[in-house]
């Protein structure tokens, strides 16, 4: 069973006092004292290092680099904060473009909003936070050791506690088994709220914000759309260089071959020159077929409709293609939708054991969606096959889905969901 | 040496191609008046002196898409009794159904490995400048096995289809003959049987008529 995952919940469980909780909020506590000290000391040697240093140019420009101790605090106070917020705060800085130089990524962090939240935040640690938490925590660490070290001192010397004084063991004892567990409740729940409103003070100032949020999931959307577009271009540059190529010499070497088959009379050496023609022949077919599957021309010249009649058309089984689609859509979002087609109806002729076949295309609002059915045995296990999981994977990245239902005894149907645009 | 020298155009952006399709041409005893590596080029020299065939490459210059389909429908429009031969890379009936929208005129679609077969392709070439229908053998083997339960072709039997489809090829009754080694006589029944079963248009060659049946659909 897991405990709960904040010191609030911790706090209105009954559990709350023999959980690891109180002692979460003890060693944060304590733990924020040096890391506030540090901060202060750092924070205070740096102004007055400007300061003195004012009157060349060094020293503003030593403040403008305040934001980058602000990022070295956020980290340090992301990761201590683990302690008491076991999932962690997330970062509220960019992920910064690929190839910058060092100079170019301080002055891209500097700029940051987050660190200057974070900066702030460490000068509230380093002038109250720090404070607060030894006053409080350290005073309740003391009386709690004093206490369980009663028995001992009050053995040997006396000990003075307000109204009693201790000068044996058993007044000891009997001072911590009183006196002990009470103060093990109060300090615990007082401190529990202290540390979880430390906490909450981290995760307000040092998490990502809304807007902030939003655009790195804007920027992560950019990056994978950046690498279906780079998946995208290679492709068309392999069949390019496919067609213009390889493609075009065994052609020639066909002709060729062609030619040769005629200056020569009958005999071994025509029977080798034939051989060797219906071989490069063979390895042209294969080629196309290779081709095709790269990056479909037709797909590219006449657009998705077209592509999809002409694997349809080259389906085992009869294929009834409806497809209404009044626009070229995207070239990546065609790709997309024209390889789920293929893999599913490669999958339809393969597993379903299905004598009909119907894709379905049309345009619903600002979505293309396409659906593949049949008439086949169903219990088609989406997770099984590689063929697809790939495809989901570009899809998702256009912001589309892909849906399989596949009951036992069928029927078996695919339908695909995608945005008609990228930019959104 | 061909019953008459054709005078011929020739479309293709690679040059080893380009070369290759030209000495076979050349060895027929075909002239090969221009030999062009883009459709807009291929279009000027048309139009400055028809030539009686063209042969052109789908994909050229400057898109590297249709251009040269797109190049063969502006020619026959302009140009309705100048053959067309296309060359293509890829079995697409897509583009076909494109180039037999024009229907007079010789036609032909091809694959380029075809042009390997110095003999066959040479009679092809003298069946488009003729006026007749090539379509290459790989582009109608995949019609074929397009099953369909509706249109004017439910009618035929497994064997008139077989036939119809070299009929599409642009065979002529002794080599289809030859091809599913049966009689002349039994190829002429089968021809005479699809005849009758499809539905074709007046006016045109009942041969070719049929052959766009089948290859439209």
Redesign the interface.
């Known amino acids: 069973m897991r405990g709960p995952d904040n010191v609030w919940a911790a706090l209105a469980t009954r559990r709350y006092l023999v959980s690891s909780w109180p002692w979460r909020s003890y060693a944060y506590l304590l733990s924020s004292i040096p890391v506030g000290l540090v901060t202060i000391v750092l924070l205070l040697l740096g102004i007055t290092l400007s300061a003195l240093l004012s009157p060349l140019i060094v020293g503003i420009l030593m403040l403008t680099g305040f934001p980058l101790v602000g990022v070295v605090i956020g980290t340090v106070e992301r990761w201590r904060v683990r302690v008491m917020v076991p999932g962690g705060i997330s970062s509220p800085h960019a992920t910064m473009p690929a190839r910058m130089t060092l100079r170019e990524r301080l002055r891209f962090r500097r700029r940051e909003q987050g660190s200057l939240r974070a900066l702030g935040y460490g000068v509230l640690l380093g002038t109250f936070g720090w404070i607060a938490s030894a006053a409080f925590a350290g005073l309740s660490a003391a009386v709690i050791v004093v206490t369980l070290l009663a028995p001992v001192i009050a053995t040997d010397d006396r000990l003075e506690m307000g109204p009693w004084s201790l000068d044996s063991t058993s007044e000891g004892v009997l001072f911590l088994v009183t006196f002990g567990p009470l103060w093990y409740v109060v300090s615990s729940y007082f401190l529990g709220c202290l540390a979880g409103a430390e906490a909450e003070l981290a995760k307000a100032m040092l998490g990502p914000r809304e807007d902030e949020l939003r655009r790195n999931l804007a920027e992560l959307r950019r990056s994978r759309l950046d690498l279906v577009d780079a998946f995208e271009t290679e492709r068309a540059r392999i069949e390019?260089h496919l067609?213009?190529g390889v493609?075009?010499?065994l052609?020639?070497l066909?002709?060729?071959?062609?030619?040769a088959?005629?200056d020569l009379p009958d005999g071994e050496g025509k029977r080798l020159v034939v051989k060797a023609?219906s071989e490069?022949?063979a390895a042209?077919?294969d080629l196309?077929e290779a081709?095709?599957g790269i990056h479909p021309?037709?797909l590219?010249?006449?657009g998705l409709e077209?592509?999809v009649?002409?694997v349809a058309?080259?389906s085992?089984?009869?294929v009834t293609v409806r497809m209404t689609l009044p626009t070229r859509l995207p070239p990546p979002i065609e790709a997309a939708a024209y390889f789920v087609i293929s893999e599913a109806l490669a999958n339809v002729a393969k597993h379903a054991a299905a004598t009909l076949c119907q894709v379905d295309g049309w345009i619903g609002g600002d979505r293309l969606i396409v659906t593949v059915s049949d008439n086949g045995v169903g219990g088609a296990d989406p997770s099984a096959g590689t063929g697809l999981t790939g495809l989901v994977t570009r899809l998702d990245a256009l912001g589309g889905t892909l849906d399989l239902s596949s009951p036992p005894g069928g029927p078996t149907r695919l339908r695909m969901e995608c945005p008609c645009r990228l930019d959104d | 040496m061909p019953d008459r020298p054709l005078s011929i155009v020739l479309a293709e952006d690679s040059l080893l191609l380009r070369e290759g399709l030209a000495s076979i041409l050349d060895r027929a005893g075909h002239e090969v008046r221009d030999a062009v590596g883009d459709a807009d080029t291929l279009l000027a020299v048309v139009r400055k002196n028809p030539p009686d065939l063209v042969i052109t490459d789908v994909r050229m210059p400057p898109g590297h898409s249709d251009e040269g389909l797109r190049a063969a429908a502006a020619i026959r429009a302009g140009f309705p009794t100048i053959g067309i031969l296309v060359l293509s890379q890829y079995v697409a009936d897509a583009y076909l159904s494109s180039l037999l929208e024009t229907t007079s005129g010789g036609i032909g679609y091809l694959l380029k490995d075809r042009v390997g077969h110095v003999t066959e392709f040479l009679a092809s070439l003298d069946r488009v400048a003729e006026g007749g229908t090539v379509v290459d053998p790989e582009v109608v083997r995949q019609l074929l096995a397009r099953r369909r339960d509706d249109g004017p072709l439910a009618a035929l039997t497994p064997r008139e289809l077989e036939v119809l489809a070299l009929m599409a090829e642009g065979r002529v009754n002794a080599s289809i003959a030859e091809q599913l080694v049966v009689s002349e006589a039994a190829v002429r029944k089968h021809v005479g049987n699809i005849f009758a079963k499809l539905e074709l248009e007046d006016g045109l060659d009942r041969r070719v008529s049929a052959v766009l049946t089948y290859l439209r659909r």
């Open positions: 390019r067609h213009d493609q075009q010499r052609v020639g066909t002709m060729t071959l062609g030619l088959e005629l023609h490069a022949e042209l077919a196309r081709v095709r021309r037709v590219v010249d006449l077209a592509a009649r002409e058309d080259r085992p089984l009869p």
